[in-house]
């Protein structure tokens, strides 16, 4: 794409009231943009991270059996009563609004406007799922959803609409239930790993709520994080300080002084839920004598917005962002210092060209603006490769090409420069 035709431009300052860094640098470089408090606008570079960051996530859940789906986002408060949910005082991140008053005969009749989709599921469910053979079943999607957060302060880490990857997962029994759970940690580990922040992430020891002792948590490690965790690096252990008590501890052979604490964000979280939806679905199957049972369930959500927010907060430096090369809006930034030079302005258009031809990614710089305003947005936009091109680099018939998380630079010949981005 050529920066000529980018309809957004970078800026020095970002709002006011943005205290968060993540939504500060992605707002400076024009990759989203602030509606209200906690809700946030995809621009046409922050959109390419995002489809990047699903499409990773897509790979790793078709990898371990996932089928996609979408549900919607308005609800029946119906299915919500049978699990109590649809109570404020037990979900207090509704939204909820209203039909049209004329749609007689349901005048004026309360929707919900989803947080979540458990309910949603295990009810459709009940039109396919009817025997042993129907299982296991690993559903997911990615779907934006509502919720009223009271506080809203992270940036693009917690808004109140967001995409999120929610998996829901059907099995006859609890052991298999168990195999699918640790098959998704992984997947989940893989992911961040992709993300570049899977040194700092830890799957960590949570609260279950109701029905199971312990939910896992995938906490990356940053001082932007809004919860606190202990970590062990030995036995690579993390608690959450919710489930931090010495009884918790002695179980995981710990004690509190082997402990290190760190703020961390919640990147991603898997929970057993047990039979309890299908129960109050009434979504059973049938097992070999045609006796019927309840599948056992499981949740996983990842935050693709707080997955960008994270890798922002974690991998930025003093100059901008730094993408990961899997994650990055484009692989290549190529600037052309021309200037007035037409036969330099004709080779960067050739290599832009060339990159295209090989389907590299790649981002050009082709405005005619100071090689300093144009290495400001570089490091600020973060894209792995920054390639210039200007009447020096033509006159050593090299590329110069620079990596944006080391700083090293290398003087590439014009036609290994494929080569060099391929291998
Ligand atoms: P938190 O404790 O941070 O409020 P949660 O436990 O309510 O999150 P889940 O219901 O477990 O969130 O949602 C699954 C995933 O969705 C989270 O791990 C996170 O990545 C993401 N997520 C949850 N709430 C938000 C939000 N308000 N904004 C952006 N992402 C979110
Ligand atoms: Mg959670």
Known sequence: MRQTHLFTHSRKDAPKDEVSKNAQLLIRAGFIHKEMAGVYTLLPMGLRVINKIARVIREEMNAIGGQEMLMTTLQDPEIWKHTGRWDDSAVDVWFKTHLHKGDAPHQGAELGIANTHEEALTTLLRDHLASHRDLPRYIYQIQTKFRNEIRAKSGIMR???????DLYSF?????GFREFYEQCAEAYMRIFMRMGIGAMTYRTFASGGSFSRFSDEFQTVTPAGEDTIYINDEKHIAVNKEVYHDDVLADLGLTKSEMREERAIEVGNIFPLATR???????????????????YMGCYGIGLGRLMGTV??????????????????????LISLAGSKEDVAREAQHMYELLLDHGIEV????RDVRA???????????????????????????VEMTHRSTGATELVPESGIITRLTS
């Open 171 to 175: 099995n006859t029994d609890e052991q």
């Open 159 to 165: 808004t109140r609409e967001f995409q999120m990857k």
């Open 312 to 333: 922002v907060e974690v991998l930025s430096d003093e100059k901008g962002m730094v993408w990961p090369e899997e994650i990055a809006p484009f692989r290549v930034h």
């Open 277 to 295: 939806f299908c129960e109050a679905a009434g979504l059973q199957f049938a097992d070999e004598k045609g006796e019927k049972h309840y599948p």
């Open 363 to 366: 981002l050009f710089d082709d």
């Open 372 to 398: 300093g305003e144009k290495f400001a947005d570089a490091d600020m936009f973060g894209i792995p490769y920054r390639m210039v091109v200007s009447e020096k680099t033509m006159a050593a018939g090299v």
